[in-house]
């Protein structure tokens, strides 16, 4: 008995530690989302708000509510859930949860992201970029990183800071980095 409450112990330590980084990752996407406003330039629109949209599975919870007490481009940001990207409508960032092949994710004047898979990065990577994204976060030396694909961005009409640029690796359409 006591040997099963030491690995009962010992497994709840090493979950909560697993919790603690996930959370931490996406607590640092999640800044990450709300800088993207201050870094890339969007077309003008005519919408009252500045719409961040996450598209599919949510990884963020809790965790961009406070956004909604932001502004950007002059605009109170709204947080919007969808299941599918078709739903994402007037989104000016997309983070997608979860890429679907069989959907393109080119949305014009809108700025898609996803996480990529650290094991799968060049593969998910090469993926993301060929379907229209542009912009995957990905874990290097247990940091978050940014993978940009700057062609993609820009034939969306969306323009990027150079200070951006020098923070992230650009890869091409074809996933390789440039």
């Keep these: 008995m006591a040997a099963f409450v030491k690995i009962t112990l ?23 989302l709300y800088n993207f406003t201050k870094f890339i330039t969007w077309p003008e629109r005519n919408t009252a ?3 961040i949209c996450i598209v599919g599975n949510d990884p963020f919870g809790n965790l961009l509510d406070t956004l909604e ?33 069989r959907e393109s994710i080119s949305m014009p004047g809108a700025l898609t992201i996803t996480s990529l898979n650290k094991s799968l990065a060049v593969s998910s990577q090469r993926f993301f970029a060929e379907q229209g994204g542009m912009i995957g976060f990905v874990i290097e030396d247990e940091k978050v990183k940014l993978h940009i694909n700057l062609k993609a961005l820009k034939q969306s009409g969306l323009g990027i800071s150079a200070k951006l640029i020098e923070v992230a690796t650009l890869v091409d359409g074809g996933g390789e980095h440039e």
């Design 10 to 32: 010992l497994m709840c330590c090493f979950c909560c530690h697993a919790q603690a980084e996930d959370n931490l990752e996406y607590k640092v996407k999640a800044a990450y």
């Design 49 to 51: 708000t500045f719409n």
């Design 69 to 101: 007490t932001k502004s950007a481009l002059d605009k109170p940001i709204r947080l919007f859930r969808f299941e599918s990207i078709k739903q994402a409508k007037d989104c000016h960032i997309v983070y997608l949860g979860i890429p679907d092949s």
